[in-house]
């Protein structure tokens, strides 16, 4: 347990000072931002500190900070000194620096920016590769919270020959569409407060129970053997370099976070936002990290789940349901849900604004942006189809 404390003093301790070096690295000032100089009530549009930090945490915390954490744990009670030490030096960096930048440059898109400032063959590549991962960014984001909701909420099978798994993609399909083609302030705007508050709940509550239940947490100064798993065999044999940093890559650092920081910097009112808009939500969720790394240590550590990184999701249940019981398991789990949908429609939606900046399309109307998201939400229905059918 100690371990787990001395890395969450690190992150939030690490965080202030190195997010005030940030800071004034960039020197944020008072001059006009993207949401008041370029305003059209669509993409353009000032919004509050609070809310723009809500859904800038929502928009880079997919199943990542999750689901990596539990797999990355099995390599040992290592993870809950790397994860603090990556995200205040490599992943809080980078989401400031990343969304400031797009900020001061008028709010342009990632592609844009490097069309910019570099040539055209290196925006020709990168323009590809970003957009065939927000493409496939949207699809798993549809069916990996299906599968948890099916699973996990409504007891259902979650195969592909069970109806009611394609019935919930359907509903997230539609909610995506819509969050896709409105203006930010009508859906994500409004919707993103009841998302955050039960992520919040669900965090809070896990990380609570995890000191309420006395989870036994290993220390790195202690052996890396529990009853139940040997954490120490699995590290020697199952190659943590690269493995671990690719399974706890969202907790330290993601490139995928740029494409969604560029979003929020045209809703940010001051430069001087910044850091709690983008530096610190990344802390946050870095934070989420840790707390599912303790929380699948502990089941592991008392043998209520089996130690198997293939066993990610099924994990997810067990630590809500022993630590907040049925029915706060069930909304913890919906939180966990939460984090992929609101990762997923604005991974379409900065596919929608990378392709209309791109092809220098007009995106003033409703039917413009449908005529544009139309074909994207087809490509993203038949790799839905093809890896449920695989």
């Known amino acids: 347990m100690a371990t787990f404390i001395i890395g969450l003093v690190i992150l939030f301790g690490g965080a202030a000072l190195y997010g005030t070096l940030c800071e004034k690295v960039f020197g944020p000032d008072d001059r006009a931002t993207p949401a008041y100089a370029k305003q059209d009530g669509v993409d353009y549009v000032p919004m509050r500190c609070?809310?723009?930090?809500?859904?800038?945490?929502?928009?880079i915390a997919g199943t990542g900070p999750i689901l990596g954490p539990i797999q990355g744990i099995l390599f040992g009670p290592i993870a809950f000194i790397t994860i603090p030490i990556g995200n205040i030096i490599g992943g809080a960096m980078h989401d400031y620096f990343c969304g400031m930048i797009c900020l001061r440059d008028g709010g342009t898109?990632?592609?844009?920016?490097?069309?910019?400032?570099?040539?055209?063959?290196?925006?020709?590549?990168?323009?590809?590769?970003?957009?065939?991962?927000?493409?496939?960014?949207?699809?798993?984001?549809?069916?990996t919270p299906g599968d948890i909701a099916a699973k996990q909420v409504f007891g259902f099978s979650g195969a592909a020959t069970d109806p009611k798994t394609w019935i919930i993609y359907g509903v997230i399909f539609l909610y995506y569409l819509i969050a896709t083609v409105f203006p930010i302030d009508a859906i994500i705007g409004r919707?993103?407060?009841?998302?955050?508050?039960?992520?919040?709940?669900?965090?809070?509550?896990?990380?609570?129970?995890?000191?309420?239940?006395?989870?036994?947490?290993?220390?790195?100064?202690?052996?890396?053997?529990?009853?139940?798993?040997?954490?120490?065999?699995?590290?020697?044999?199952?190659?943590?370099?690269?493995?671990?940093?690719?399974?706890?890559?969202?907790?330290?650092?993601?490139?995928?976070?740029?494409?969604?920081?560029?979003?929020?910097?045209?809703?940010?009112?001051?430069?001087?936002?910044?850091?709690?808009?983008?530096?610190?939500?990344?802390?946050?969720?870095?934070?989420?990290?840790?707390?599912?790394?303790?929380?699948?240590?502990?089941?592991?550590?008392?043998?209520?789940q089996a130690a198997d990184a293939t066993l990610a999701t099924d994990t997810i249940g067990v630590v809500c349901r022993d630590i907040l019981g049925n029915v706060g398991g069930i909304i913890a789990l919906l939180g966990v849900i939460v984090?992929?949908?609101?990762?997923?429609?604005?991974?379409?939606?900065?596919?929608?604004?990378?392709?209309?900046?791109?092809?220098?399309?007009?995106?003033?109307?409703?039917?413009?942006?449908?005529?544009?998201?139309?074909?994207?939400?087809?490509?993203?229905?038949?790799?839905?189809?093809?890896?449920?059918m695989d």
């Open 50 to 59: 609070w809310k723009n930090s809500l859904i800038n945490l929502l928009n």
């Open 109 to 143: 898109q990632m592609s844009e920016m490097i069309r910019k400032y570099t040539n055209k063959g290196i925006f020709t590549v990168y323009n590809i590769f970003v957009c065939v991962l927000l493409l496939l960014v949207g699809a798993v984001f549809v069916y």
């Open 191 to 304: 919707i993103y407060p009841i998302f955050g508050a039960i992520l919040m709940f669900s965090a809070i509550g896990v990380f609570i129970g995890i000191f309420a239940h006395g989870y036994p947490l290993l220390n790195v100064w202690d052996s890396w053997t529990s009853e139940f798993f040997d954490y120490g065999a699995y590290f020697d044999a199952s190659h943590f370099i690269p493995v671990f940093f690719v399974t706890v890559a969202c907790g330290i650092l993601s490139g995928f976070h740029s494409t969604q920081t560029a979003i929020i910097s045209r809703t940010v009112k001051s430069e001087k936002q910044g850091r709690m808009t983008f530096y610190n939500m990344m802390v946050l969720e870095g934070f989420i990290a840790m707390v599912w790394a303790a929380g699948a240590m502990g089941v592991y550590n008392l043998g209520l």
């Open 339 to 388: 984090l992929p949908i609101t990762s997923g429609d604005t991974a379409l939606r900065a596919l929608r604004l990378t392709l209309s900046e791109s092809l220098h399309l007009d995106q003033s109307t409703n039917g413009k942006r449908l005529g544009l998201a139309a074909p994207v939400f087809v490509l993203v229905a038949a790799i839905i189809v093809w890896a449920k």
